[in-house]
């Protein structure tokens, strides 16, 4: 299970989510595992021929869907002199220390790479040059796609290194049952007013929850949940416009980590961590009301939860927009068919294709162009309670701030939520107690 980034940890849960299709409809990112044909391992392979044919190579890591959604062998159909041929590292922590070196000696790389959003920064600001410029290619259209999203994969001058695919617009999933139980409202659009706008009236809401909360339940899973979901809407958080280190001073990481140790201090926790397994066993159990979830998560809840809590789970918006994941596709100068990769990453990332790749496999497009089209616009859960995740993801990813990434995002976020979060929730340490510990190992780490 990868928790590299922070950032996007969906391609980590999507074995769970993969199993969760219903009514047609896959709410779960991608499998982390390899792909159908075998082929794994590889962050390049040049392409060579195939009957006489032009081969593509895709270097991936986890499995972003696109052969398991068809689209390799339709656009195989629509163009009989191109071959794709797709290889996958399982973790992008391996991954992406691959694609660096590769990049550095010019060999070794495929014709389309995968770029994570915890990484697409440093790509652009230092090695953008071993990219081709795709807003230049045919079929490319800015206004397709989320401004911010956009913004993410392009340099300070214009240049685009990676073509945005899916991104993880934030909401937030609670247990109808629950808050019947402790006297709150149950109407999504009801649950909503209680903490619109505002993070700290998400926390009134559950310390009135906790006031007849039902046995052995708690508001929500975890402290670091909580930070994770304020920060993830935050433009500028660890790093400046300029890639100043500010993370110490940032008002924005100061107010997820004051909401967060609120929440832990405040005893309204689980006092879980994500993704361990007594995280998982605590859905089975139904033993916290709420959680921040992106798109992939519904698959992962609606494993964990199981068809005994069909119904009891529902979604509605978060009190401020945010993002939690994404990944972008580039195609490297080095390549030896820059051109026809050029193309093949153009249709992959258009809106037709985006929201294919939703229907079939729950990815949230980041091309705003698909928000309009019924396969999105229409889309509905039917384990929680039919709610219209396509009405609600579509307006959480437009109220997303551009947000400065930084290159060592992951590593200032995993020790804050890991570390400092995490003494404070389950060992009772104060809030200066457990930031002290984050910022001793996150200097530690980054040699400061």
Request: charge should be positive; hydrophobic fraction near 35%; charged fraction near 20%.
């Amino acid at each position: 299970m990868r928790r590299g980034t922070g950032t996007y940890r969906g391609r980590a849960v999507a074995l769970a989510a993969i199993a969760a299709l219903s009514a047609g409809l896959l709410s779960g990112c991608a499998d982390d595992g390899d792909n159908k044909d075998g082929k794994s391992g590889g962050g390049g392979g040049g392409g060579g021929g195939g009957g006489g044919k032009t081969t593509i190579t895709m270097g991936l890591f986890g499995t972003f869907g696109f052969q398991e959604a068809g689209l390799y062998d339709e656009y195989m159909k629509l163009h009989p002199d191109i071959k794709i041929q797709q290889t996958v590292i399982e973790r992008n922590e391996n991954y992406y220390p691959q694609l660096l070196n590769h990049l550095s000696t010019g060999s070794g790389l495929a014709d389309v790479q995968g770029i994570e959003i915890a990484n697409v920064t440093e790509v652009a600001q230092t090695q953008a040059d071993k990219f081709i410029d795709l807003s230049k290619t045919d079929g490319v259209k800015k206004e397709n796609f989320l401004d911010w999203k956009w913004q993410q994969g392009s340099t300070k001058d214009g240049k685009v290194i990676g073509l945005g695919t899916d991104i993880g617009p934030m909401a937030i999933c609670y247990r109808k049952d629950l808050f019947k139980e402790a006297g709150l409202p149950t109407d999504r659009e009801k649950v909503a007013q209680l903490w619109a706008g505002d993070w700290n009236k998400y926390l009134e809401a559950g310390k009135t929850y906790m006031k007849k909360a039902p046995s052995d339940t708690a508001f929500v899973d975890s402290a670091g949940g909580v930070y994770n979901a304020v920060i993830s809407g935050s433009a500028e958080r660890y790093y400046d416009t300029s890639g100043k280190l500010i993370y110490k001073d940032s008002p924005a990481v100061k107010n997820a980590w004051n909401i967060a140790t609120k929440a832990a201090t405040g005893q309204l926790t689980a006092k879980l961590q994500q993704f361990q397994k007594t995280w998982d066993q605590a859905y089975a159990n139904g033993k916290f009301a709420t959680v921040s979830c992106p798109p992939w998560m519904l698959g992962y809840i609606q494993e964990k939860a199981g068809a005994k809590a069909k119904n009891r789970w529902d979604v509605t918006a978060a009190p401020k927009p945010g993002n939690w994941g994404g990944s972008f596709l580039g195609v490297p100068k080095a390549g030896k068919h820059t051109e026809e990769a050029a193309k093949l990453a153009a249709w992959l990332t258009a809106p037709e294709q985006q929201a294919k790749l939703f229907a079939k496999r729950g990815s949230w497009p980041s091309a705003q162009a698909t928000y309009s089209l019924p396969d999105v616009a229409n889309a509905k859960h039917p384990y929680f309670d039919n709610a219209p995740i396509g009405t609600i993801f579509a307006q959480a990813a437009k109220g997303i701030p551009v947000q400065v990434l930084g290159p060592k995002d992951g590593i200032i976020y995993q020790n804050i939520t890991d570390i400092g979060l995490l003494q404070v929730d389950q060992q009772g340490k104060s809030p200066e107690q457990g930031w002290k510990a984050a910022t001793k190992t996150i200097d530690n780490a980054l040699d400061q």
